[in-house]
């Protein structure tokens, strides 16, 4: 007969089953309430859109994307280059899209928000959507995105895209930007005006010219590194608007090509994530090594159930982004070694710096 569990086995086992079952409660809630880009008819009119691209160092990613953008309809695609040094400029402009120089980052901004704010000063649409350089756009999407935009009512409204990895290394870690998304911030919190209660993806941000111009453009998050959740709170703080939308079959991205690139990606997002407290971040390894690794490599209490409910978290948020092919749900096998891959994420995120795209951040 099975000896019941000790009191920290037993303190253990709700905090594990009490955590799981929260989020199982919000992925179910935002299986219902996330909105979905769907395929529109074109507008009858619609106001002038500049399709706005930041690239450094893309030459690689743009000849795949660019053509997907270009063929939108758009009444202006720029790509801002972002002193690149790989020939980002020369594949853009072969490819159709006009070339914008990125001038030298003045100080106090960091990469991205200098190169939107250059792309606001450049661009002449009305609505101004940007657009990062992995991100595949399918035919109708733009107008899909207008649409959103009008009947959502936003200020601020960004697409969290469809992630779509090729090979093995890249299933490891990108993918779990999904469960970051659907399983820990319950949709309709984004109508509170409270500013904590912010959400936004900067790889597709959709934008009104006036509303964004009003916000001093991109000055308030110039020294982000995570700059769309500060841009997104800015918003609310001055009584904006918001709106996400999963991109469906129609918006996809291709974040990192290795579980190396995913680990540096990870990392210089995590401390941000984590409200920017170290002791959180430790925390959080911790707790997700002792819910989703530990049950496989000891007969804690709960074991059972919390081998099952750990993998099927995986595959029920792969489920809800639209990711249901056969290779998607198989990543719920990783469930158990999720934390252990993670962990390089977290011993660089725990740094005073974090490097992207050959810049240094310092982080507070």
Same mark, same amino acid.
């Given at each position: 007969?099975?000896?019941?569990?000790?009191?920290?086995?037993?303190?253990?086992?709700?905090?594990?089953?009490? %955590?799981?079952?929260?989020?199982?409660?919000?992925?179910?809630? /935002?299986?219902?309430?996330?909105?979905?880009?769907? &395929?529109?008819?074109?507008?009858?009119?619609?106001?002038?859109?500049?399709?706005?691209?930041?690239?450094?160092?893309?030459? #690689?990613?743009?000849?795949?994307?660019?053509?997907?953008?270009?063929? &939108?309809?758009?009444?202006?695609?720029? +790509?801002?280059?972002?002193?690149?040094?790989?020939?980002?400029?020369?594949?853009?402009?072969?490819?159709?899209?006009? +070339?914008?120089?990125?001038?030298?980052?003045?100080d106090g901004w960091y990469g991205k928000p200098w190169a939107c704010q250059q792309l606001l000063h450049a661009a002449s649409g009305d609505v101004l959507v940007f657009v990062d350089a992995d991100v595949t756009?399918?035919?109708?999407?733009?107008?899909?995105?207008? /649409?959103? *935009?009008?009947?959502?009512?936003?200020?601020?409204?960004?697409?969290?895209?469809?992630?779509?990895? $090729?090979?093995?290394?890249?299933?490891?870690?990108?993918?779990?930007?999904?469960?970051?998304?659907?399983?820990?911030?319950?949709?309709?919190?984004?109508?509170?005006? &409270?500013?904590?209660?912010?959400?936004? /993806?900067?790889?597709?941000?959709?934008? $009104?010219?006036?509303?964004?111009?009003?916000?001093?453009?991109?000055?308030?998050?110039?020294?982000?590194?995570?700059?769309? @959740?500060?841009?997104?709170? #800015?918003?609310?703080?001055?009584?904006?608007?918001?709106?996400?939308?999963?991109?469906?079959?129609?918006?996809? +991205?291709?974040?990192?090509?290795?579980?190396? &690139?995913?680990?540096?990606?990870?990392?210089?997002?995590?401390?941000?994530?984590?409200?920017?407290?170290?002791?959180?971040?430790?925390?959080?390894?911790?707790? #997700?090594?002792?819910?989703? @690794? *530990?049950? %496989?490599?000891?007969?804690?209490?709960?074991?059972?159930?919390?081998?099952?409910?750990?993998?099927?978290?995986?595959?029920? +948020? /792969?489920?809800?982004?639209?990711?249901?092919?056969?290779?998607?749900?198989?990543?719920?096998?990783?469930?158990?070694?999720?934390?252990?891959?993670?962990?390089?994420?977290?011993?660089?995120?725990? $740094?005073? @710096?974090?490097? %992207?795209?050959?810049?240094?951040?310092r982080q507070a």
């Open positions: 007969m099975a000896r019941p569990p000790s009191l920290p086995g037993r303190v253990y086992r709700a905090l594990a089953f009490g %955590w799981l079952a929260t989020k199982a409660a919000v992925l179910l809630l /935002n299986a219902a309430a996330f909105p979905r880009l769907r &395929q529109t008819p074109p507008a009858a009119a619609r106001p002038r859109v500049s399709l706005l691209v930041p690239a450094r160092n893309e030459a #690689h990613t743009l000849p795949h994307t660019l053509p997907g953008l270009l063929a &939108q309809g758009a009444d202006e695609v720029l +790509v801002l280059d972002d002193c690149s040094d790989d020939g980002t400029a020369g594949v853009a402009a072969s490819v159709g899209a006009r +070339v914008v120089p990125g001038a030298p980052r003045p756009w399918q035919p109708g999407a733009l107008d899909a995105v207008l /649409n959103e *935009l009008e009947h959502s009512g936003a200020d601020l409204l960004s697409v969290q895209p469809r992630q779509a990895p $090729r090979t093995p290394g890249e299933r490891l870690l990108t993918p779990l930007v999904d469960s970051a998304v659907l399983s820990y911030f319950p949709y309709p919190l984004i109508r509170l005006p &409270q500013p904590a209660a912010s959400m936004a /993806n900067g790889q597709v941000m959709a934008l $009104r010219r006036a509303a964004l111009e009003g916000m001093g453009g991109f000055v308030a998050v110039r020294r982000e590194v995570l700059d769309d @959740t500060a841009f997104a709170r #800015h918003v609310k703080a001055r009584g904006g608007r918001l709106a996400v939308a999963l991109g469906g079959a129609l918006i996809s +991205v291709r974040m990192y090509r290795s579980y190396p &690139q995913s680990v540096l990606g990870f990392a210089k997002n995590a401390l941000p994530l984590h409200v920017g407290s170290r002791p959180l971040l430790v925390l959080s390894a911790a707790a #997700h090594l002792a819910v989703y @690794t *530990l049950p %496989w490599l000891a007969r804690v209490p709960g074991w059972r159930a919390l081998r099952v409910a750990g993998m099927l978290e995986r595959v029920a +948020v /792969n489920v809800i982004s639209g990711r249901t092919r056969r290779a998607d749900l198989l990543e719920g096998l990783l469930g158990p070694l999720t934390p252990l891959l993670a962990l390089p994420v977290y011993v660089l995120a725990l $740094r005073r @710096t974090v490097v %992207w795209k050959g810049r240094r951040y």
